[in-house]
Structure formats: structure tokens, C-alpha cells
């Protein structure tokens, strides 16, 4: 069974800095791409930062310049370095990967989320 597991997250002062890691495990064949999700009380999932399987980052315009997207191929894992930290990044964040995997005679394909870790922004 592929699972993701997330840890890092916590309660920081603005202007603060966490680093959120998630790790994936399981049969994988190949992790296509990986990325990293928010959801606040009250609002709908949105997407923080990706990397596509060619390595390339795409940012949420709200986390530009201080959010840092990185991969780690060997250890099937996915960093979000957070800088810069406001109240309003306080969420969940869920870490997501496209994955390619084997299941019993069966080569699959489908996205895969974690169990989100809280991130709180405050004073």
C-alpha cells in the first residue's frame, strides 16, 4: 500500500520559518510529480507549490519569494520550506504525489494525499 506521511508542521510567530517534509513509501515504480496543499477553516483546498517530474516549481502567488519547493528522489520525498511566514498561511497542508505504482500483477497510476499537517501562524 503507497502511503504518504507529512511532519513538521507547528505554531510560529509571523515572520517566522517551518519546514513541512513528506515522505512516500510503498511499491512505487516512479513518483511523477509532488506537490504541496493548504486548506483554511472555511475555505476550499488550494495549491501552495508543485514539481513536475522534470523538476520544474510552479508557486501560488500568494507564497512567491518565500516558499521553496525541493525533492529528494532517493528518499521518495518532498520539502516545503516556508520563510516569511503570515497569519494568513495558517492551514492544513496536505503534501500530494502523482505516482506510479505496482499493485499486485498491476502497474497503477493515481494521486495519493497525505493526512495534512497544521501550520499556525501567530502571535
Known amino acids: 500500500q503507497v502511503q504518504l506521511v507529512e511532519s513538521g508542521g507547528g505554531l510560529v510567530q509571523p515572520g517566522g520559518s517551518l519546514r513541512l517534509s513528506c515522505v512516500a513509501s510503498g511499491n512505487i515504480f516512479r513518483i511523477n510529480a509532488m506537490g504541496w496543499y493548504r486548506q483554511a477553516p472555511g475555505k476550499q483546498r488550494e495549491p501552495v507549490a508543485t514539481?513536475?517530474?522534470?523538476?520544474?516549481?510552479n508557486y501560488a502567488d500568494a507564497v512567491k519569494g518565500r516558499f521553496t519547493i525541493s525533492r529528494d528522489n532517493s528518499k521518495n520525498a518532498v520539502y516545503l520550506q516556508m520563510t516569511t511566514l503570515k497569519p494568513e498561511d495558517t492551514a492544513v497542508y496536505y503534501c500530494n504525489a502523482d505516482l506510479t505504482y505496482y499493485s499486485g500483477d498491476y502497474v497503477l497510476r493515481n494521486d495519493r494525499w497525505g493526512q495534512g499537517t497544521q501550520v499556525t501562524v501567530s502571535s
Open positions: 514539481l513536475t517530474s522534470g523538476g520544474s516549481p
